[in-house]
């Protein structure tokens, strides 16, 4: 098993560019999310599916869009990017919403 | 106010000794989980443990150990007899659900702890 995988694990973007941060996971579970990590923040959750077809905000989702139509993917889209979504993304799954979540490796995201 | 909180941002010990990271936590529910995550530096995220609400019980594995106490809203980690490749992050996370139903839980982290274990 792979378990978490994302891509890409670094990135730079010009201010207003979008891109997707894709996350794949081979564990067939049904709860991922999507977090971002600030340097004395946490991790602070962005976006997350309960099931495919079925996303829902976090507590930081201003700037950000998914969708999930498999169970396997997540991918998260920036529309515009912005100096202030530096940060370190991390995807996570996990069986149901209330189990351990294993986190892929995350992306290093740089909005110049 | 916090939901989860982490008093101490940076901990130094020397090798060997005990070290106990605090974590307060905050909800209304009754029904909700608590779990610790290490980030070493190498900047994975690694599951340590996950409890219930209705479970007190002290747990032990190996050197770690935590104690929940629901009294104080408390769930704090202790390692014993540290080694230097404790040095990471460790975070502290409150599961809790997101509306009267209690079909959706969310997880809310901490801000960690940097713990540096020095030879």
């Known amino acids: 098993n792979a378990g978490v995988t994302q891509t890409p694990k670094f990135q730079v973007l010009k201010t207003g560019q979008s891109m997707t941060l894709q996350c794949a996971q081979d564990m067939n579970h049904e709860y991922m999310s999507w977090y971002r990590q600030d340097p004395g923040m946490g991790l602070r959750l962005i976006h997350y599916s309960v099931g495919a077809g079925i996303t829902d905000q976090g507590e930081v989702p201003n700037g950000y869009n998914v969708s999930r139509s498999t169970t396997e993917d997540f991918p998260l889209r920036l529309l515009s990017a912005a100096p202030s979504q530096t940060s370190v993304y991390f995807c996570a799954s996990s069986y149901n919403d209330y189990n351990e979540q294993f986190f892929g490796p995350g992306t290093r995201l740089t909005v110049l | 106010a916090q939901k989860v909180t982490q008093a101490q941002t940076e901990i130094s010990v020397v090798e060997k000794e005990d070290v106990t990271l605090d974590c307060v936590y905050e909800?209304?529910?009754?029904?909700?989980?608590l779990f610790w995550y290490k980030q070493p530096p190498s900047g994975e995220l690694v599951f340590l443990i996950r409890r219930n609400s209705f479970d007190e019980q002290n747990e032990i594995s190996g050197r770690y150990s935590w104690n929940f106490q629901k009294s104080t809203s408390s769930f704090n980690f202790t390692i014993t007899a540290s080694q230097v490749v404790d040095s990471a992050v460790y975070f502290c996370a409150l599961s809790e659900a997101t509306n009267s139903g209690g079909s959706n839980y969310k997880l809310t982290f901490g801000k960690g702890t940097l713990l540096t274990v020095n030879p």
């Open positions: 909800t209304r529910d009754t029904t909700y989980y």
